[in-house]
């Protein structure tokens, strides 16, 4: 199976691999560690504080905290620094170099203050890393090209992100089964939805409020057109279009960091990125539940979604072609390069195309829903060894569109209501870690696979020398 991913990524990924670059595999040699004066405190702090810019990218664009670590310590490796402690938490990076038994040892230590979806950034820093590994780079210059990653302007404009937002709900509004008129008001209301919160995240409004206003946004215009168009035959279900922003509003969220830390070793951090996931989507539910009690005085009562929808073959291909487009569009609204989108496309269609084809079976959607996730990690690790693209990229908008919108609305309407909805709520956690857990070891599976002459970015386990 990974074998045939494989091939077919090289195929279909064939007229943009041209213009990646890379070295030629064979002639990619591990640079070797430059030898460094112990004694020379400014080159020591020079290559510290390198390792901990570089750190900082990758954490503040959700990498775990054991691959952030590695990748500071290889750093410092290649430079000389051997024998240098690091120590990884939700928003710091500490580094010690110890210089031997006679001189004091040098620490460095360096704050994440915001989390930032460019993916651009996390690209250019990924080949950095291969730079030094490949080309061994001096620290100043590495230095040179840091500053020029974090002060570039994004790549796209905002107002092309803002639509990517919209179109990402549109295709999610696509992969629930939904009807032209449903992707339509999906599309315009998180487009108002983003913009709102934008303004909000000017002001300095913490993240939870923004997460629960755009909870309450989302509900409104669902609201508004129901006792319109409930009788119309369009086709208009409200359920859809707050379960999509509800999905798009969880998108980015750090539950894959969670999980990869809990798993690689890192509980400390992992339970803080899991305490971020749960309250800002505590924020969404309580903005929705709100939104809900608010039209409720108006006399407009949403109907309530009691169960799934039912499935069928016919409904695989829109399910593959949604899943393919909000993909898509989640990777340019986080300013992916455009090297990444079609690598996105793919991923979207396969995560969505495998759950389509499990939820035919009688494996539950839990199961169908990791076994895809597993697929996604698979083809997002592939990704990354053929220097495309960090697999963080790919994993992460890969599953963006099979994110537990609708049992999180169906749990909250149930308990608001007293009909229930404990198990559903149950479910779409479920759903949320077996997608983290699947995509996890979906990349882990990609590396084993690695050919040996191309250096691995991300590695989950530092390799015995």
């Excluded at 510290?48 to 905290?65: H, K, M, Q, S, Y």
């Excluded at 949604?322 to 991923?347: C, D, K, Q, V």
Aim: charge should be positive; include cysteine; glycine fraction near 10%.
């Amino acid at each position: 199976m990974a074998g045939f991913l494989s091939r077919t990524l090289d195929r279909l990924m064939g007229p943009w691999q041209a213009t990646i670059d890379t070295i030629e595999p064979g002639s990619i040699v591990v640079a070797p560690r430059k030898p460094i004066d112990l004694h020379d405190e400014a080159s020591i702090t020079e290559v510290l504080d390198l390792a901990l810019r570089i750190g900082a990218v990758l954490l503040d664009a959700g990498t775990g905290a054991i691959d952030t670590r590695h990748q500071v310590e290889f750093v410092a490796n290649i430079y000389g620094l051997e024998d240098v402690d690091v120590d990884v938490t939700f928003n710091t990076i500490l580094i010690c170099a110890r210089r031997g038994s006679t001189l004091p040892p040098i620490t460095a230590s360096r704050t994440v203050y915001y989390r930032s979806l460019d993916f651009t950034r996390l690209a250019q820093v990924d080949r950095l890393v291969r730079k030094i590994r490949q080309l061994s780079i001096t620290p100043t210059t590495a230095h040179r090209i840091v500053d020029e990653i974090t002060d570039a302007p994004h790549p796209y404009p905002r107002w092309v992100a803002t639509i990517a937002w919209g179109l990402m709900a549109l295709g999610i509004g696509v992969f629930l089964g939904g009807t032209w008129i449903v992707w339509l008001t999906a599309f315009a209301t998180t487009v108002v939805v983003i913009e709102f919160n934008r303004r909000l995240n000017r002001i300095g409004t913490p993240p939870f409020f923004q997460q629960m206003a755009g909870g309450f946004l989302a509900v409104l215009p669902a609201a508004l057109l129901y006792p319109v168009l409930e009788n119309s035959g369009l086709g208009f279900s409200p359920q859809q279009i707050i379960a999509t922003g509800i999905i798009v509003l969880l998108s980015g969220l750090t539950l894959v960091g969670s999980v990869q830390d809990a798993i690689t070793g890192a509980p400390i951090t992992a339970a803080a990125r899991f305490t971020e996931v749960l309250v800002m989507t505590g924020g969404i539910m309580i903005g929705v539940a709100l939104s809900i009690r608010f039209v409720g005085l108006f006399h407009v009562h949403l109907p309530a979604l009691t169960a799934v929808p039912p499935f069928g073959a016919a409904d695989v291909p829109a399910r593959v072609i949604g899943g393919a487009i909000s993909a898509f569009a989640f990777a340019l609204a986080s300013y992916a390069e455009r090297r990444a989108l079609p690598a996105a496309f793919i991923s979207g269609a396969i995560g969505s195309g495998v759950t389509a084809a499990l939820f035919l079976t009688d494996l539950g959607p839990i199961f169908s829903y990791a076994a895809a996730a597993i697929i996604v990690g698979l083809v997002g690790g592939i990704a990354a060894r053929r220097s495309l693209t960090p697999p963080l990229v790919v994993a992460i908008a890969g599953i963006t569109p099979l994110q537990p919108g609708q049992a999180i609305y169906r749990g909250m309407y149930g308990l608001m209501t007293g009909t229930g909805g404990s198990l559903a709520m149950i479910t779409a956690l479920a759903i949320g870690v077996g997608l983290a857990t699947g995509v996890t070891l979906g990349e882990f599976i990609a590396r084993t696979l690695q050919r040996p002459q191309l250096p691995t970015t991300f590695p989950f386990y530092r390799r015995r020398r």
